[in-house]
């Protein structure tokens, strides 16, 4: 016999779930607002296939993040057949951010990247404003952070180093 769906579930619901699922480097950042769930399909019998496009080809926290998503996703009892997958298809960007991705950033002390720079160059890292008191006052200390996707900073008015996530 078929099975009967109480709820059917749509992309927006899945997403909804996923805006759970912490970055693991950057914890207060849900990777829906890093811009890391990619692609969302869910088939008329609830079946749902994540896709996830990583910030870096070499990141770390990868096969983490495929199990964090099954894992929340198993929570929902009226899902069916759960399948994630990281793929290269698409590149990764920092525009896929969310304005709220952005807002957490700031608030962990990161200084968020420029919107639809499309290249990386050092003038782009030079002009971080400062997370903390917003200060274009900075010093780009070094283009290559404790990870792939930041740069180092010092701030000349609050007198605080920090972070830059890198706009690739």
């Not at 749509?10 to 997403?15: A, P």
């Not at 699922?21 to 769930?37: C, N, Q, T, Y």
Request: charged share 25%; proline share 7%.
């Amino acid at each position: 016999m078929d099975k009967i769906l109480q709820t059917k579930y749509t992309e927006n619901d899945i997403r909804t779930f996923l805006k759970e699922v912490k970055d693991p480097e950057i914890p207060p950042i849900s990777i829906v607002d890093l811009g890391i769930v990619t692609k969302i399909n869910v088939s008329e019998t609830n079946d749902v296939h994540v896709t996830l496009t990583p910030t870096f080809a070499g990141c770390p926290a990868l096969k983490i993040m495929e199990e964090l998503v099954k894992d929340r996703l198993e929570k929902e009892e009226a899902l069916g057949k759960i399948t994630v997958e990281t793929s290269f298809e698409t590149t990764w960007t920092t525009d896929l951010i969310s304005d709220e991705g952005r807002e957490a950033l700031l608030k962990h002390g990161l200084a968020p990247p420029k919107q639809n720079v499309g290249y990386m160059e050092l003038d782009v890292l030079s002009d971080t404003p400062c997370p903390f008191c917003s200060s274009r006052n900075t010093t780009l200390k070094s283009p290559f952070g404790p990870t792939l996707c930041r740069s180092l900073h010092y701030c000349n008015n609050c007198l605080q180093a920090f972070e830059g996530f890198k706009p690739v």
